[in-house]
T-cell receptor
Framework: KNQVEQSPQSLIILEGKNCTLQ??????????LRWYKQDTGRGPVSLTI?????NTKSNGRYTATLDADTKQSSLHITASQLSDSASYIC????????????FGKGTRLSVIA | GAGVSQSPSNKVTEKGKDVELRCDPI?????LYWYRQSLGQGLEFLIY????????KSGLPSDRFSAERTGGSVSTLTIQRTQQEDSAVYLC????????????FGPGTRLTVL
């Protein structure tokens, strides 16, 4: 069964600190993995997308890594800001144009002053 | 530029009533998706439209749920005889082509069934 598991479920960090969010998946055959940021009351917004051959990709203070062998991804946030408070959702796509994406339940990040 | 828009933003209805939720995708996007997000849960796929192909309805939870996409643009998600467990945020997304393309999400419609 295609699944995406994220950890931790929630996280509280101090402003300025770094943090790492984890994503494990069993989706096969793998096509790509996306990290989305979802602010409260808003739709998800894409942060990064990684294909099988990519190990790391950065978007500002966000850096995503992918290990296709172990089927794990991480999202590292550097020098966190209050505006980083949101849910971060890992989404995996199978290698089929008509297969729905598989969404993780997300990690709820709270950055406090 | 215009993104994906949804209406209404909030909808409160009584159990047993029918509701219609609207999605306007990004112009030129051929693929449109509906998802449901319940409190504390991940996004749940409902239905997927791609061009003129028959929609993928595999995620619809019951026959009370249906969706249409007219003219390859605007889509309407209809829930008949609403139940309290239908309460959730309903998100619409569109992408340029198929599911391998990035999906752009609308703000969602928060449905509350009393």
């Amino acid at each position: 069964k295609n699944q995406v598991e994220q950890s931790p479920q929630s996280l509280i960090i101090l402003e300025g600190k770094n943090c790492t969010l984890q994503c494990n998946y069993t989706v096969s055959p793998f096509s790509n993995l996306r990290w989305y940021k979802q602010d409260t009351g808003r739709g998800p917004v894409s942060l990064t997308i990684m294909t099988f051959s990519e190990n790391t990709k950065s978007n500002g203070r966000y850096t995503a890594t992918l290990d296709a062998d172990t089927k794990q991804s991480s999202l590292h946030i550097t020098a966190s800001q209050l505006s980083d408070s949101a849910s971060y959702i890992c989404v995996v796509s199978a290698n089929s144009g008509n297969t729905p994406l598989v969404f993780g339940k997300g990690t709820r990040l709270s950055v406090i002053a | 530029g215009a993104g994906v828009s949804q209406s209404p933003s909030n909808k409160v209805t009584e159990k047993g009533k029918d509701v219609e939720l609207r999605c306007d995708p990004i112009s030129g996007h051929t693929a449109l998706y509906w998802y449901r997000q319940s409190l504390g849960q991940g996004l749940e796929f409902l239905i997927y439209f791609q061009g003129n192909s028959a929609p993928d309805k595999s995620g619809l939870p019951s026959d009370r749920f249906s969706a249409e996409r007219t003219g390859g643009s605007v889509s309407t998600l209809t829930i008949q005889r609403t139940q309290q467990e239908d309460s959730a945020v309903y998100l619409c997304a569109s992408s340029l082509d198929g599911t391998l393309d990035e999906q752009f999400f609308g703000p969602g419609t928060r449905l509350t069934v009393l």
